[in-house]
């Protein structure tokens, strides 16, 4: 425990716990980070690919039926075959399309749907998800259980629960210590397949 810090704010006690960290204990089955659809990135991609394939397609038909090609393609056409590769117009394209094209490599390869903690698969054809805001919201409850605890605040991560509570009587360590076996009992009981580490911070309030 610390004493009163500068200015008189009130003394805070503050921990990071590694107890339990990582994999959750043996007997639960493996499960992975459920994938997102990403329809909403998927659906633009497959509008502009349609939407440009349909206006070459048109243009190419109406060249063979005999008309003209459209002035935006034979603009497209003299701008490319007489702009120097140095031109910024011409980087900045290609800077674009790059770019582009790592974001659809990076939403193709990683799972997404980061709220969603997985759980422990106890049978192969069943899987189970945890929103982490209804996590928070259960050991936060819990939490408000310990004696001496005014108020908190959890935050679910996927790695990591930060705690942050303000105890108005009792021995701040005492608290902790509670605040700690607490935490620990929920996360085990939320059945997720890895238990994220613990920072517990307990202070005073503010007085006023």
């Given at each position: ?64 039926a ?13 701008e ?20 582009i ?45 310990v ?62």
């Amino acid at each position: 425990m610390s004493g009163p810090e500068p200015g008189g704010g009130p003394p805070t006690l503050e921990k990071s716990a590694t107890e339990g960290a990582g994999a959750a204990p043996d007997g639960g089955g493996r499960a992975g980070r459920f994938w997102s659809a990403r329809r909403l990135p998927a659906a633009l991609v497959a509008l502009v690919v349609v939407g440009v394939a349909g206006v070459f397609l048109y243009d190419v038909a109406a060249v063979r039926a005999g008309r003209p090609a459209m002035g935006w393609r034979r603009r497209l056409a003299r701008e490319l075959a007489t702009r120097p590769l140095d031109d910024p117009w011409v980087i900045g394209g290609a800077v674009a399309a790059v770019a582009i094209g790592l974001w659809l490599l990076v939403l193709a390869a990683t799972p997404g749907l980061r709220g969603v903690l997985p759980m422990r698969r106890d049978t192969p054809d069943l899987r189970a998800g945890l929103d982490r805001r209804a996590a928070a919201l259960v050991l936060r409850d819990r939490v408000m259980e310990v004696s001496g605890v005014q108020s908190v605040r959890v935050d679910v991560g996927r790695h990591r629960i930060r705690t942050r509570a303000l105890s108005h009587f009792r021995d701040l360590e005492e608290v902790r210590t509670d605040v700690d076996t607490v935490l620990a009992d929920g996360v085990r009981e939320l059945g997720l397949v890895r238990h994220p580490r613990l920072s517990v911070r307990v202070s005073r309030p503010v007085k006023r």
